[in-house]
């Protein structure tokens, strides 16, 4: 069985300032784990995915994302918001062997104020 | 790029009308998904298909029912709409159902059913 958990579901930020978002996850097996962002009126889109090759995971438009599986968490961050970054933020898990599918967290909504 | 389309962006339907929602995929993926979005809950897997007329239901599927007859189409199909399925439904594709796979996301249909 897998789960995440995005512990914010808001978060509001002024620009310049960092963004943390977090999410904490639960699985079985050793999990693959991703963040996805999706703009108003838009799909979602890959921001960054960690797959055990390394546990400090860069991705697009400045936003990075640590492993710690002591503490089952992959918190995404940026060291300064842009107005551009307002967005939902999703954390997503997927574990285990065979076909599955991605398990979504609930959403952060960021907003970054000028 | 991968593209995925679907084929409202809006659509009003009422209660007990048969509803179709479709979505094409252009980069030959096995893998397709429906989804739907409400606040607070994130996105629910609500059916996935790993092949032409192959089909694997997700967490939410009552209420709903799939058809791929074409690779590049997968089409959701509400039977007899009702109030609590308005929502906004999310298609997406994929190459590969394991591993750290990435999941191409259409636009999204906002559907609302009165």
């Known amino acids: 069985a897998q789960s995440v958990t995005q512990l914010d579901s808001h978060v509001s930020v002024s620009e310049g300032t960092p963004v943390l978002l977090r999410c904490n996850y639960s699985?079985?097996?050793?999990?693959?784990l991703f963040w996805y962002v999706q703009h108003p009126n838009k799909g979602l889109q890959l921001l960054l995915k960690?797959?055990?090759?390394?546990?400090l995971v860069k991705g697009i438009n400045g936003f990075e994302a640590e492993f710690k599986k002591s503490e089952t968490s992959f918190h995404l961050t940026k060291p300064s918001a842009h107005m551009s970054d307002a967005a939902e933020y999703f954390c997503v898990v997927t574990a285990g062997t065979g076909r599955r599918a991605l398990t979504f967290g609930s959403g952060t909504r960021l907003q970054v104020q000028p | 790029d991968v593209k995925v389309t679907q084929s409202s962006r809006y659509l009003v339907k009422r209660t007990g009308e048969k509803v179709f929602l479709e979505c094409v995929q252009d980069?030959?993926?096995?893998?397709m998904f429906w989804y739907r979005q409400d606040p607070g809950l994130g996105l629910r897997l609500i059916y996935f298909?790993?092949?032409?007329?192959?089909?694997e239901k997700g967490d939410i599927p009552e209420g709903y029912s799939v058809s791929r007859e074409k690779k590049e189409r997968f089409s959701l199909i509400l039977e007899s709409a009702s109030t609590n399925q308005t929502s906004m439904y999310l298609c997406a594709s994929s190459l590969r159902l394991a591993g750290p796979y990435e999941q191409y996301f259409g636009p999204g249909t906002r559907l609302t059913v009165t």
């Open positions: 980069m030959d993926h096995e893998n």
């Open positions: 960690y797959t055990s090759a390394a546990t």
């Open positions: 699985s079985s097996y050793s999990p693959s």
């Open positions: 298909s790993y092949d032409v007329k192959m089909k």
